[in-house]
């Protein structure tokens, strides 16, 4: 069989037409998986169509913004890696994966593991946003105590209430610790104990803090009777079941009722920054001991009840709450005034129940983490259409120059502070070096 030249230039026609025709259909079922996600068997697509789609995909996938945790110790789940906050969506990358210059995302550092020398550089502060976690007080990084520091981040979740994700609470598990009585001992028990015990409790290894939370137990141990366990001024030994890391036994029920025997515990916080409050209060409360507490300026805005801890802030030296101590233990029923929490289940502070219902993230690190790079998701998503890129300010952790417990003033000798000083000169690098100044 034999074509001429216009039989040919016809059926060339009718090929094209036809694979065209092939072509649009395979368009739509492109269109169809883009538009509602449908699953379409790839066996089905053209070569060309099959590629064409993949790199859409492809296209699609990197347009998702990029939020990555710079931190070494942080393992990521392969199922997790999609995250959906509300009507929007991020990939979850970690360490050390890179947001590539042209696309939008954020970096999260936790703070307590950052390496100021292992940053994702350069910047791109056009396109990707930095956030900081940080639940630490500045004795372990000292560099947060500069606001210069602080300003290399757009967004923070801190204990401050002023941070983008605040978590005062994070050492209160429930409101309800707060009047139970699980581990509660009626006041005329805990004085018959007192023939075994001290009246007050004293547990820390961890010395030499900013606080010089030591400098003042020595000097009260000269007026009361006081247990000191742990490494600081140690005086008595902790039973065998709870020698060890006794910071994995905190949580452990036997602990908590060898706790609630004593009427005091000497909770002093290891720094002072608003609302920087720890276990160290929460569990004396848990338990129904009467903390005698010094660390956040705003502890009053967090106490269950107006009189729910001895604050040293209104004892200016240890002689003076020796005394106040010895009238409670002369007097049940002012002793008590600390305790109406337990004794009569009143909590008068309603922004503590307010807190955790409006934040139930606080109390679990997970959900606290997932928190906030949603938070930053969205935020980067908001890129572009006008929202204002803040800077992290001195409110969102506000952690003033180390005070003493015992002075009540800073100490200039104070070792912490010396730290702080030290630190001015790689703050100014580091901000330089970010900045590319």
């Known amino acids: 069989m034999s074509f001429d030249l216009p039989s040919l230039g016809v059926l060339s026609q009718t090929r094209k037409y036809t694979q065209d025709q092939n072509r649009l259909h395979d368009l739509e079922k492109v269109a169809k998986i883009v538009r509602a996600d449908c699953v379409v068997d790839p066996g089905s697509l053209s070569p060309s169509t099959l ?16 939020i990555v945790r710079w931190e070494k110790r942080y393992y990521l789940n392969p199922k997790d890696t999609i995250m959906t906050c509300d009507n929007v969506k991020c990939e979850r990358l970690a360490y050390p994966d890179k947001i590539p210059r042209d696309l939008k995302g954020a970096y999260i550092f936790y703070g ?28 372990t990084v000292h560099f947060f105590m500069y606001e210069i520091g602080l300003s290399l981040f757009n967004y923070s979740s801190t204990f401050s209430r002023y941070s983008d994700v605040p ?54 141990m000269k007026y009361q009777l006081i247990d000191s366990y742990g490494y600081c001024l140690n005086n008595k030994q902790l039973p065998a079941e709870f020698k060890g890391d006794y910071m994995q036994i905190f949580e452990d029920d036997r602990f908590l009722k060898f706790v609630a025997r004593y009427k005091f515990v000497i909770a002093i916080e290891s720094g002072v920054c608003d609302d920087y409050v720890t276990e160290k209060l929460w569990r004396a409360i848990h338990v129904g001991v009467v903390p005698i507490y010094f660390g956040s300026p705003s502890i009053k805005d967090w106490l269950p009840n107006d009189k729910s801890a001895i604050l040293l802030q ?7 709450l020796s005394l106040h101590i010895d009238q409670l233990m002369q007097d049940d029923e002012m002793y008590e005034t600390y305790l109406e929490h337990k004794t009569k289940g009143i909590i008068t502070n309603m922004k503590l129940d307010h807190e955790l219902k409006s934040r139930p993230y606080q109390n679990d690190r997970d959900k606290l983490f997932n928190e906030f790079e949603c938070f930053m ?3 980067v998503h908001q890129l572009g259409n006008g929202s204002y890129k803040q800077v ?9 120059e180390p005070i003493s417990a015992l002075t009540q ?3 200039p000798e104070n070792m912490h502070l010396i730290l702080k000083d030290n630190e001015k000169y790689k703050v100014l690098r580091i901000y330089h070096k970010v900045n590319g100044l």
């Open 377 to 379: 998701c969205k935020k």
């Open 51 to 66: 590629s064409e789609t993949r790199g859409h995909s492809r296209t699609v996938q990197e347009e998702i913004p990029k």
């Open 167 to 220: 978590f005062p609470l994070h050492h209160l598990r429930s409101i309800n610790d707060i009047t139970s009585k699980k581990y509660f001992i009626e006041t005329s028990k805990k004085n018959s104990m007192l023939k075994e015990i001290s009246p007050i409790m004293y547990l820390q290894s961890n010395c030499g803090t900013s606080t010089e939370r030591d400098s003042y137990v020595k000097q009260l």
């Open 392 to 400: 992290m300010t001195k409110k969102h952790y506000n952690c003033p």
């Open 409 to 411: 003033t800073v100490n």
């Open 112 to 139: 307590i593991s950052i390496n100021f020398d292992d940053l994702p550089l350069p910047r791109h502060a056009d396109k990707v946003f930095w956030g900081l976690l940080h639940e630490e007080s500045p004795r």
């Open 314 to 320: 209104d004892f200016p030296t240890p002689q003076l």
